[in-house]
């Protein structure tokens, strides 16, 4: 059985920082590209960024491009999100998401094509 579970949420002040991280179980945590999403209340669900299962490519969604860093460590099957700077704006659940379609390249970064998904890690932003 497959299992993301985010951790790292809380609140932080405007300009602060957080890292979030999600640890992954029962799947071949190499094989699978890894995403971060967010949805704040009342909006869709957003792609932030992905990485490939060897963690040398990455894609960063334009609104978070320069603040937050996707990384991963496929010795503790982990992914994290470094983020910076972070704004009002950025209140949202923040979603991990895996992708075992093609492993080394990031082909899709649409909800419906993630195979798996989180429960989410709530982060608020106080102004």
């Known amino acids: 059985q497959v299992q993301l579970a985010e951790s790292g949420g809380g609140l932080v002040q405007s300009g602060g920082s957080l890292t979030l991280s999600c640890a992954a179980s029962g799947l071949t945590f190499s094989k699978f590209v890894m995403n971060w999403f967010r949805q704040a209340p009342g909006k869709e669900r957003e792609f932030l960024a992905a990485?490939?299962?060897?963690?040398?490519?990455?894609r960063y969604a334009d609104s978070v491009k320069g603040r937050f860093r996707i990384s991963r460590d496929n010795d503790v099957s982990k992914v994290y999100l470094r983020m910076n700077s972070l704004q009002p704006e950025d209140t949202a659940v923040y979603y991990c998401a895996a992708n075992g379609r093609e492993p080394y390249t990031i082909r899709t970064t649409t909800v419906n094509d993630m195979h798996y998904w989180g429960k989410g890690t709530l982060v608020t932003v106080s102004a």
């Open positions: 990485i490939t299962g060897g963690g040398s490519l990455t």
